[in-house]
């Protein structure tokens, strides 16, 4: 991998992973969505850029009336294929122009039709003219026109289903728009409608939304609270909501934030048997054998996953940028919970166990200890992690609460099975 300008802006530029079947990948989605993960694979995969681009242009032709989008992919197309000294792609501008025809004739429809109900006072119907106004502007490519017909629809709302559409709307073209800050508003009010249909799948579409907002904001807890709503999403909703994520989605990003930031106890309890994501889960069994290899010990298998996974998990749009942040928490957990259980550690065999030399493993033991996360002296002679006093006394202290708690379970079922015999054979006094 290497860093390349674009655009003045720095983009990535990522291997072609060997497990990604461009074509297949990009069928899980629908609508704008495709499109835009189609664009963003061509702008850092050079061995992907024109198949990616010629699935993005097909796509933007045969279901949008973008042509503003088709001209921009065109252009980018063609310069790839300038590049690779390949003959370039005709622009259809007999389509352009018919569909700009098109597109001002039916905008000039829309918003006569629209007055003509304002006019007569009809509410649904100004409801309904504006969402159709919306519909045909995202359809255009004109996000800020949509988002403003859609949000107009709010003052003629007359039912718990019409603040939902409205809320899904505003939201989808604002997940587009990248504009994340409002979102959470609009997240909340359609939380709260009542006595809505398919209400399990809308919550889920809903809880989608509040986790990606969640991944991009500034929240320093925002991989848990990402790892939390990804876990409450029912298998139900499976990839009727792919104009925005696919079902494979949200077990990758819900795995991933998960196996960063959730204890052990919490990746058995609501990752591992977690009915409802476990279903998720069979989607990509990778990620279940990751989650599954880190909860066992299996610490090199775990990170070998990960690693080969990397490039895949680089070209998502919405995950690209936190691939780096999540990999890194998930190695210093995977140190830390490695060296938890003993008071002395041979550096020798844990750099085994995680494929590294020990030196680096020193490097990232000492920054370990100096930003405070376990508490251990390193013997560079010989290669030996040292638990600290301290460390060990509140280690002993962990261990004793245990064993009590345990004892006192123990005491607690004893008691209660004696007295299941006393009631079984009548001998307690009432």
């Not at 242009?57 to 992919?73: C, G, V």
């Not at 750099?351 to 930003?371: G, P, R, W």
């Not at 460390?391 to 123990?410: M, N, P, W």
Request: glycine share 2%; net charge negative.
């Amino acid at each position: 991998m290497e860093d390349t300008q674009m655009d003045k802006a720095t983009v990535l530029v990522v291997e072609a992973p060997a497990n990604l079947d461009l074509e297949s990948y990009i069928a899980n989605y629908r609508g704008h969505t495709k499109i835009s993960r189609a664009c963003f694979i061509a702008e850092r995969c050079p061995s992907l850029e024109v198949e990616a681009y010629k699935l993005a242009l097909a796509e933007t032709q045969l279901n949008t009336e973008d042509t503003r989008k088709y001209e921009h992919i065109a252009i980018q197309l063609n310069a790839a294929l300038r590049a690779r000294n390949e003959p370039e792609i005709a622009v259809d501008k007999e389509w352009i122009q018919n569909t700009q025809r098109q597109t001002k004739a039916t905008t000039e429809k829309l918003e006569a039709e629209l007055r003509n109900y304002k006019n007569n006072m009809i509410k649904e119907s100004i409801r309904m003219g504006h969402n159709d106004l919306g519909d045909h502007y995202y359809n255009c490519g004109d996000l800020a026109n949509a988002q403003r017909s859609y949000t107009y629809t709010r003052d003629y709302c007359a039912s718990s289903s019409h603040i939902v559409e409205m809320c899904l709307n505003v939201i989808k073209v604002g997940i587009e728009q990248r504009a994340f800050s409002y979102l959470h508003n609009y997240i909340v009010r359609a939380e709260s409608a009542t006595d809505i249909p398919n209400k399990t799948v809308t919550a889920s579409k809903l809880k989608c939304c509040s986790a990606i907002a969640h991944l991009e904001s500034n929240h320093i807890n925002k991989y848990k609270h990402a790892a939390k709503l990804f876990m409450e999403v029912s298998f139900d909703m499976d990839n009727s909501f792919n104009e925005v994520l696919a079902a494979n989605d949200v077990a990758v990003y819900g795995g991933l934030c998960a196996l960063a930031t959730f204890d052990r106890e919490e990746l058995k309890t609501k990752v591992i048997d977690n009915s409802k994501f476990r279903s998720y889960l069979e989607l990509e069994p990778q990620i279940r054998e990751l989650i599954t290899s880190f909860y066992n010990s299996k610490y090199n298998t775990c990170l070998q996953i990960l690693k080969e996974y990397k490039n895949d998990f680089l070209l998502d749009m919405y995950l690209s940028a936190h691939v780096e942040t999540l990999f890194d928490m998930i190695r210093k957990k995977a140190l830390i919970q490695y060296f938890t259980p003993f008071s002395a550690i041979d550096l020798n065999v844990m750099a085994q166990s995680f494929s590294t030399h020990i030196k680096d493993l020193e490097n990232e033991l000492a920054k370990l200890i100096t930003e405070n996360h376990i508490q251990a002296r390193i013997d560079s002679n010989k290669k030996i992690l040292r638990v600290c006093e301290h460390q060990q006394d509140q280690r002993k202290l962990v261990f004793d609460r245990a064993i009590a708690t345990g004892e006192e379970y123990q005491r607690e079922s004893k008691a209660l099975l004696l007295r299941l015999s006393l009631i079984k054979a009548d001998m307690i006094v009432k």
